[in-house]
């Protein structure tokens, strides 16, 4: 069965930085790899979606890269913003399954 | 704007009612999924459906029910409210993997609905 961790739980840092949000899963035999946000009392909005055979998607200030063989995702973040402060969750999705990982809170100060 | 509408922000039942939530998607998609979140355990899996009249068991359907009569509706029943099913129910549909797989493509989320059972 699919486990999803991500590391940290919680994150804290001051507007400017450059962060990195980590995500593992136990089986490789994923057909993809999502990002999404969610913020407080608030449904999940998708950020990026890395197809199995790609090494990274890029939106804005935002990478997300994968690496299938070592069973790892990690989410780049540059120049925090103070609006970037939210839950970030991952999941790996098989082929009839989507396994969530349990996110990162992150809080940007000002 | 594309978009999968959740019927009720916030609800209040007593333990024994039956409860309905009802999810709505714009974007002609065939999977839909109904998940619940709770503080410490993520999200998971409740039922997914990948056409109509379809359903498949998700993590855990034990107390719950769900339909699909219409490719845009997917409605979770709760048949007797119980305490434990307090939580926030997500409700979200993506298009189907290539080849037809019930795991996702890009998945849209409800707002979600914040169950309350007395």
């Known amino acids: 069965k699919q486990e999803v961790t991500q590391i940290p739980a919680a994150l804290s840092v001051p507007e400017g930085e450059n962060l990195v949000l980590n995500c593992s899963f136990t089986?490789?035999?994923?057909?993809?790899l999502q990002w999404f946000r969610q913020d407080p009392g608030k449904g999940l909005t998708s950020l990026l979606l890395?197809?199995?055979?790609?090494r990274e998607q890029t939106s804005g200030r935002l990478n997300a890269s994968l690496d299938k063989s070592s069973g790892r995702s990690t989410l780049y973040i540059a120049a925090s913003q103070p609006g970037d402060s939210a839950t970030y969750l991952c999941?790996?999705?098989?082929?009839?399954?989507?396994?969530f990982g349990k996110g990162t809170m992150l809080l940007v100060s000002p | 704007d594309v978009k999968v509408t959740q019927s009720s922000r916030y609800l209040v039942k007593r333990t024994g009612e039956k409860v309905f939530l009802e999810c709505v998607q714009d974007m002609d998609h065939e999977n839909m999924f109904w998940y619940r979140q709770d503080p410490g355990l993520g999200l998971r899996l409740i039922y997914f459906?990948?056409?109509?009249?379809?359903?498949e068991k998700g993590d855990i359907p034990e107390g719950y029910s769900v339909s699909r009569e219409k490719k845009e509706r997917f409605s979770l029943i709760l048949e007797s409210a119980s305490t434990n099913q307090t939580s926030m129910y997500l409700c979200?549909?993506?298009?189907?993997?290539?080849?037809?797989?019930?795991?996702?493509?890009?998945?849209?989320f409800g707002a979600g609905s914040r169950l309350t059972v007395l």
């Open positions: 890395i197809q199995s055979s790609q």
């Open positions: 979200a549909s993506s298009l189907p993997l290539l080849g037809g797989g019930a795991g996702a493509n890009v998945l849209t």
């Open positions: 089986d490789s035999a994923i057909y993809n």
């Open positions: 459906s990948y056409d109509v009249k379809m359903k």
């Open positions: 999941a790996a999705s098989g082929y009839s399954t989507l396994t």
